[in-house]
């Protein structure tokens, strides 16, 4: 706990700094790290503990920056933001509460399918009411406030990651992803807790969308309904270890550099990368990147050498007469 | 028994498309009881504590606890009225340890209500199920006996009036078959709880309890003392006839 919150405010402190010497690049490269670090921690608080696999980021993430934009006009940086998550919390709870009785495959088929629901219907409300498919951002506040907001954000989420952990809405959520129905029979209103929860990682995801949307000025469904932000949020949550604290937060460094790096020169390269990192993830490193420890490499040692050894015993045998 | 039961059970039926699990059955508990329900395989019993203990919603039927209308609300709101349960095959929380476990059902259910000082805190409980020596293993690393054992401790946690206990005896061996019947017994003496016991082996059963509900195919045929039971021609037809008479 207390280590935790040692390592939060250093990286933090080291964060706060960039802005201040780094390069325009850098710090947009920076800025994406930190997006991804919020939305997978906020992820991994909800999913990873109670194994709901939601596939939704990108829609609360596409709220957050529709209405962050639409209500900039009107009021203040922060408040749109704030403004921001709790749209997107109310939908979470909507959605939630239509969908968190299904587990599996089933959930994370049904959060993405109204995910493209919502991305469509706001195409259309475009379309047919606005009658237009973007929104040119005319009020966009300093780099700077930009980064420090979503540092601001990027903090909150490990805190009240840290805070959960140790509550027992934290105990009910990880009892959910034990056995739900055993949480239940011991008192866990288990479908308050998943609603609560989906809501909390929402909120999140629609802060994180409020605050690029001025990142890019111009803004259309397509471009903040990609379901590419959610897959890639799920994708870093895996990697790093939905269950850990702070595995997301490095698997979103590792994923954006080098997102911003391969993507440029070789985009299919970057899609690969990703796509090898996840299945080898998955088959010898289910507790993901925060997991391993100096003894994994040991244990991989081993299991070469066994393998090794199998390999080369039925040849000993056939020189043998 | 004055005024309501402590659980009560009202023509509850529970239907699986075209099978009926259980059919129509009535049963009221009374606080301090302990009740053995007995009947062949197939014959409803875990189907029929699933719907006492709100895990399945009843297709038609009424239960009440001590005249509170329960039907069809989620399993907490159960265990939060003290109708506590375990699991046939256990169900612990195998990565957490046998004292988080525990702690579970002290931190939901258990919290606000009132506790005899045996189930005061999680170092009490363990002392009374006999696992204080395991309590920083992890769940999953103890022997099937002992999950057993902790079943019933995380259910006792949540501080219940009433504990249904699904087949804590099967697959144990002949001694500490025994020593749960006598932990079930202290519990019901010394905690003042309502026990509904359900168990394969009849002979253990009868033993203990001082009445028995029987079920087949879902209905049920008999419900007194075990000296009346086994006397009833239904149940020695519909059950095994030799192994119920020699445990009378």
Not at chain 1, 289 to 309: K, P
């Given at each position: 706990m207390k280590?935790?919150?040692?390592?939060?405010?250093?990286?933090?402190?080291?964060?706060?700094?960039?802005?201040?010497?780094a390069?325009?690049?850098?710090?947009?490269?920076?800025?994406?790290?930190?997006?991804y670090a919020?939305?997978s921690s906020s992820?991994s608080?909800f999913?990873?503990s109670?194994r709901?696999?939601s596939?939704?980021?990108?829609a609360?993430?596409?709220?957050?920056a529709?209405?962050g934009a639409?209500l900039?006009?009107h009021?203040?940086?922060?408040?749109?933001?704030a403004?921001?998550?709790t749209i997107?919390?109310?939908?979470a709870v909507?959605?939630?509460?239509?969908?968190?009785?299904?587990?599996?495959t089933?959930?994370?088929v049904?959060?993405?399918g109204m995910?493209?629901?919502?991305?469509h219907?706001?195409?259309y409300?475009e379309?047919?009411?606005t009658?237009?498919?973007?929104r040119?951002l005319?009020?966009?506040?300093?780099r700077d406030?930009?980064?420090l907001t979503?540092?601001?954000l990027?903090?909150a989420?490990?805190?009240?990651?840290?805070?959960?952990?140790r509550?027992?809405?934290?105990?009910?959520?990880?009892g959910?992803?034990?056995d739900?129905?055993r949480?239940?029979?011991?008192?866990?209103?288990t479908?308050?807790?998943?609603?609560a929860?989906?809501a909390?990682?929402a909120?999140?995801?629609?802060?994180?969308?409020?605050v690029?949307s001025?990142?890019w000025t111009?803004?259309?469904p397509?471009?903040?309904?990609?379901?590419?932000i959610?897959?890639q949020t799920?994708?870093i949550a895996l990697v790093?270890?939905?269950?850990?604290?702070w595995?997301?937060?490095?698997?979103?460094v590792?994923f954006?550099?080098l997102?911003?790096?391969l993507r440029l020169?070789v985009?299919?390269?970057?899609?690969m990368?990703?796509?090898?990192?996840?299945?080898?993830?998955?088959?010898?490193?289910?507790?993901g990147?925060?997991?391993?420890?100096w003894?994994?490499f040991?244990?991989?040692r081993d299991?070469?050498?066994d393998?090794?050894?199998?390999?080369?015993r039925?040849?000993?045998k056939k020189v043998?007469? | 028994?004055?005024g309501h039961?402590?659980l009560e059970?009202?023509?509850?039926s529970v239907?699986?498309g075209g099978?009926t699990a259980?059919?129509?059955v009535?049963?009221?508990f009374a606080?301090?009881?302990l009740?053995?329900?007995?009947g062949p395989?197939g014959?409803?019993?875990?189907?029929?504590?699933?719907?006492?203990?709100g895990?399945?919603a009843?297709?038609?039927g009424?239960?009440?606890?001590?005249?509170?209308r329960?039907t069809?609300?989620?399993p907490?709101?159960y265990a939060?009225?003290g109708i506590?349960?375990t699991f046939?095959t256990?169900?612990v929380?195998?990565s957490?340890?046998?004292q988080?476990n525990?702690?579970?059902?002290?931190?939901?259910a258990?919290?606000?209500r009132?506790a005899?000082?045996?189930l005061?805190?999680t170092?009490s409980i363990l002392?009374?199920?006999?696992?204080?020596?395991?309590?920083?293993?992890p769940?999953?690393?103890?022997?099937p006996?002992?999950?057993?054992l902790?079943?019933i401790?995380m259910?006792?946690a949540?501080?219940?009036k009433?504990?249904?206990l699904?087949?804590?005896?099967a697959?144990?061996?002949?001694?500490?078959?025994?020593a749960?019947?006598?932990?079930?017994?202290?519990l019901r003496?010394?905690?003042?709880l309502?026990?509904i016991?359900i168990?394969?082996?009849v002979?253990?059963?009868?033993?203990h309890?001082?009445?028995?509900?029987?079920?087949?195919?879902g209905?049920k045929?008999?419900d007194?003392s075990?000296?009346?039971?086994?006397?009833?021609?239904e149940?020695?037809?519909?059950?095994?006839?030799d192994?119920?008479?020699e445990?009378?």
């Amino acid at each position: 706990m207390k280590r935790d919150l040692l390592i939060l405010f250093s990286l933090a402190g080291w964060a706060l700094a960039v802005p201040h010497y780094a390069s325009e690049f850098a710090v947009s490269m920076a800025l994406t790290c930190l997006m991804y670090a919020t939305l997978s921690s906020s992820w991994s608080l909800f999913c990873g503990s109670t194994r709901y696999l939601s596939l939704a980021t990108s829609a609360f993430f596409g709220i957050g920056a529709y209405a962050g934009a639409l209500l900039l006009e009107h009021v203040s940086w922060l408040v749109a933001i704030a403004l921001g998550g709790t749209i997107a919390a109310a939908v979470a709870v909507l959605m939630g509460l239509a969908v968190l009785h299904l587990r599996g495959t089933y959930f994370a088929v049904l959060t993405f399918g109204m995910t493209e629901l919502i991305h469509h219907a706001i195409t259309y409300w475009e379309k047919q009411v606005t009658g237009t498919v973007g929104r040119v951002l005319t009020v966009v506040p300093e780099r700077d406030t930009v980064y420090l907001t979503m540092l601001a954000l990027a903090v909150a989420a490990v805190l009240v990651s840290i805070a959960v952990r140790r509550s027992r809405f934290g105990l009910a959520m990880a009892g959910i992803g034990a056995d739900e129905q055993r949480a239940q029979t011991l008192g866990v209103n288990t479908r308050l807790v998943k609603v609560a929860g989906f809501a909390l990682t929402a909120a999140f995801a629609g802060a994180v969308g409020a605050v690029m949307s001025v990142r890019w000025t111009y803004i259309d469904p397509a471009t903040v309904f990609n379901p590419f932000i959610g897959f890639q949020t799920v994708l870093i949550a895996l990697v790093g270890g939905a269950a850990t604290l702070w595995g997301p937060l490095i698997a979103a460094v590792v994923f954006s550099l080098l997102a911003e790096t391969l993507r440029l020169q070789v985009p299919q390269l970057y899609m690969m990368s990703l796509g090898l990192l996840l299945i080898l993830c998955v088959l010898y490193l289910p507790g993901g990147l925060a997991s391993l420890r100096w003894q994994t490499f040991g244990l991989w040692r081993d299991d070469v050498r066994d393998w090794w050894r199998d390999l080369r015993r039925p040849a000993e045998k056939k020189v043998a007469p | 028994m004055n005024g309501h039961a402590l659980l009560e059970a009202r023509e509850v039926s529970v239907r699986f498309g075209g099978l009926t699990a259980v059919d129509d059955v009535s049963a009221a508990f009374a606080p301090g009881e302990l009740v053995g329900i007995i009947g062949p395989n197939g014959a409803g019993k875990t189907t029929f504590f699933n719907a006492l203990s709100g895990v399945i919603a009843p297709t038609s039927g009424e239960l009440f606890a001590l005249g509170r209308r329960l039907t069809g609300a989620a399993p907490h709101r159960y265990a939060q009225q003290g109708i506590a349960r375990t699991f046939q095959t256990p169900r612990v929380f195998a990565s957490l340890s046998v004292q988080a476990n525990v702690d579970f059902g002290l931190q939901f259910a258990g919290r606000n209500r009132q506790a005899s000082w045996l189930l005061k805190d999680t170092a009490s409980i363990l002392n009374l199920i006999g696992l204080t020596a395991q309590a920083a293993l992890p769940a999953g690393a103890i022997t099937p006996s002992q999950q057993r054992l902790l079943e019933i401790g995380m259910a006792l946690a949540t501080r219940p009036k009433l504990l249904l206990l699904d087949e804590v005896a099967a697959g144990l061996a002949e001694s500490e078959v025994e020593a749960m019947a006598q932990l079930i017994r202290r519990l019901r003496d010394e905690l003042d709880l309502t026990v509904i016991w359900i168990e394969h082996a009849v002979t253990t059963l009868m033993r203990h309890v001082e009445r028995v509900i029987v079920l087949h195919q879902g209905r049920k045929i008999a419900d007194g003392s075990p000296a009346e039971v086994v006397r009833n021609a239904e149940v020695v037809e519909a059950y095994l006839g030799d192994e119920m008479t020699e445990a009378a």
